[in-house]
């Protein structure tokens, strides 16, 4: 699965993920469903996405985006942390000091988590969220997997094709004045569909 994702055409997510970054230029409303029972709205901020593609471009170095990870595939958007509302069901794991957080849920409201919890190790996902300040941070951040043959809990779930992962406070380089080092919770909760209007 790594070797295969590994191999993947880059130059055809580089495609991919621009295209997606198109469509969610400006302020965009969208939706993110799932058949786990994830819904959930918020408005994106007019900030150009980054797209990881494993290719280090002229106009990557001018935003100073100047590493990248392989496999790649993935884009990393800011939205608008007020905005956001719903619920999200993960199917996704989590992974924090040894241990598997397994069916993590969350509610939102105006971008705050507000209820957390988990199927399996509830204590430590609790932990990680109020060491990452969740009373206080918004969800601000988010990203869309674009790598058509990674497979999930390969290395990194946030490369899988159409999974989603949800980050806390602004994005660290979309947003570098404004981000936070003492924020930083990001999980991606599974595959998704992705509803981008006007």
């Not at 469903?33 to 994106?44: I, Y």
């Not at 956001?84 to 069916?103: K, L």
Request: aromatic letters at 6%; a positive charge; glycine letters at 10%.
């Amino acid at each position: 699965s790594y070797t295969a994702a590994l191999a993947v055409d880059l130059k055809a997510i580089q495609r991919a993920g621009t295209s997606l970054a198109r469509s969610l230029s400006g302020r965009k409303k969208v939706r993110v469903t799932s058949s786990a029972g994830t819904d959930l709205r918020f408005v994106t901020k007019p900030i150009r996405s980054a797209v990881d593609d494993g290719i280090i471009s002229a106009a990557d170095v001018r935003r100073g985006f100047v590493s990248v990870s392989l496999p790649a595939g993935k884009l990393e958007a800011a939205m608008r942390p007020e905005s956001v509302e719903g619920e999200v069901h993960a199917t996704d794991s989590m992974f924090y000091g040894g241990r598997t957080i397994r069916g993590v849920s969350l509610r939102v409201k105006a971008g705050r988590i507000v209820e957390w919890r988990a199927e399996e190790h509830g204590d430590l996902l609790d932990r990680t969220l109020k060491g990452s300040k969740v009373k206080t941070a918004r969800l601000g951040w988010f990203t869309v997997g674009l790598n058509p043959v990674a497979d999930p809990c390969m290395l990194d779930n946030s490369i899988v094709k159409d999974d989603v992962g949800l980050g806390l406070g602004p994005h660290p380089q979309l947003e570098r004045r404004a981000a936070r080092p003492d924020v930083f919770f990001y999980a991606t909760i599974g595959p998704a569909q992705i509803e981008i209007g006007n």
